[in-house]
């Protein structure tokens, strides 16, 4: 399996990385199976947090694989947010792990810039990981956050985190653009390694998961981490690693105008129908209404597997409340909206623009009824 540099550590990680979130789905007997088999297959990235369960997903890992660690580079996170808090909770990771040292910890979920103010404060939960690292505890300090990435970007340009991990898949490319234009940008010139999560958009691309994978692996990352729960997802997984060939920008642009999940909803944020009489900017509405739900909820319901799963999916990263007030700000909201038409055919992706400016003017206004 392909392997690349991990940032300036030293570390070269396999494209495919083990996410152990999804552990906590399966008994311990199949994790062994599971992560033995992607030892075996030549993987050598391990990554879990004390938040999947309490540390289950971490004492899992660690009855399963500790007897061959020093065949993966693994990684944990931590949720505290203060220095004492980020110590403990280093020790019961390293408990639960069976072993002395973490190659990278994790801040957990930094999701504001409140977040960010205390982890950086000087009895803060970076102080607690630089102790834990001056004791080999800890090799690597980074962080990590879900969605739009404003924290992200600050964190690296305030402290020198030496990994970023963050969401990037061929859905959330239309949800979260700033990822990609500003924050691998960033990271990449100051060699962070960047920790690719969410690759199938939490299970939304299951039917494309080639694709998505292909698509992961083509980024300048250094791992793609996958969720893995079963031995024909493992499988799966491994062969899209092992056969991948990097897409073009030409393959790019196909997947983006041919994928089923974006179909005739998801904006691509072209801006081809930029010339509205009203002044309303149809891209900068779909682009909240990205952060607001991931536009999963497109008013229509087709298959209920795929409804329950956007249902589930639609609120995950949280960034609704912030969505809702850069929408607020907005001088020319979608209600301005006349219906004059001229826009719609201007769409090379066929979007019903008038019938989304309402959906987005219904959740990003708070109405009651749409
Ligand atoms: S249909 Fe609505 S959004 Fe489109 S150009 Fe006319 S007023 Fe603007
Ligand atoms: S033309 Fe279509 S895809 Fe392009 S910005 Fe407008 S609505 Fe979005």
């Known amino acids: 399996m392909e392997k690349r540099d991990f940032g300036n550590t030293g570390l070269r990680t396999s494209i495919l990385g083990f996410g152990g979130f999804h552990l906590l789905e399966i008994p311990l007997a199949e994790a062994r199976v599971l992560l033995n088999g992607y030892l075996d297959a030549g993987g050598n990235y391990i990554e879990t947090a004390f938040g999947y369960g309490d540390g289950e997903s971490e004492r899992k890992i660690g009855l399963s694989v500790s007897h061959r660690r020093d065949e993966y580079i693994l990684v944990t996170k931590t949720g505290e947010r203060g220095r004492q808090g980020c110590l403990d909770s280093v020790n019961r990771s390293l408990s639960n792990l069976?072993?002395?040292?973490?190659?990278?910890?994790?801040?957990?979920?930094v999701g504001t810039m409140e977040d960010l103010d205390a982890i950086l404060a000087p009895d803060g939960a970076v102080a607690g990981a630089e102790q834990a690292m001056r004791e080999g505890k800890v090799r690597f300090i980074g962080l990590s956050m879900h969605g739009q990435p404003d924290v992200l970007v600050e964190?690296?340009?305030?402290y020198p985190f030496r990994a970023v991990m963050t969401t990037i898949n061929y859905y959330d490319h239309f949800n979260f653009p700033e990822i990609e234009e500003t924050l691998l940008p960033l990271a990449n010139a100051k060699n962070v390694a960047v920790i690719l999560m969410k690759p199938v958009a939490d299970?939304?691309?299951?039917?494309?998961?080639?694709?998505?994978?292909r698509y992961a692996f083509s980024q300048p990352v250094s791992v793609v981490v996958g969720g893995i729960n079963s031995r024909a997802m493992l499988e799966a997984d491994l062969s899209y690693a092992e056969a991948f060939v990097p897409m073009s920008d030409e393959d790019k642009e196909k997947l983006y105008r041919d994928a089923p999940e974006l179909g005739n909803y998801v904006c691509r944020q072209c801006g081809k129908c930029l010339s509205c009489p009203e002044g309303i900017d149809m891209p900068e509405i779909f682009r909240l209404e990205g952060y607001y739900d991931r536009q999963m909820a497109d008013g229509t319901v087709t298959d209920t597997a795929d409804f329950a799963l956007r249902q589930r999916l639609r609120f995950w990263?949280?960034?609704?409340?912030?969505?809702?007030?850069?929408?607020?700000?907005?001088?020319v909201k979608g209600d301005r909206c006349t219906e004059c038409r001229i826009c719609m055919p201007k769409c090379p992706y066929g979007i019903d623009i008038i019938r989304k400016l309402g959906i987005a003017d219904y959740k990003l206004a708070d109405k009651d009824i749409y």
């Open 98 to 109: 069976k072993t002395e040292y973490v190659d990278v910890l994790l801040m957990h979920a």
């Open 155 to 158: 964190a690296l340009r305030r």
């Open 203 to 213: 299970g939304l691309l299951y039917r494309s998961a080639e694709p998505a994978f």
């Open 317 to 331: 990263f949280g960034n609704n409340g912030m969505a809702r007030n850069l929408y607020r700000d907005l001088s």
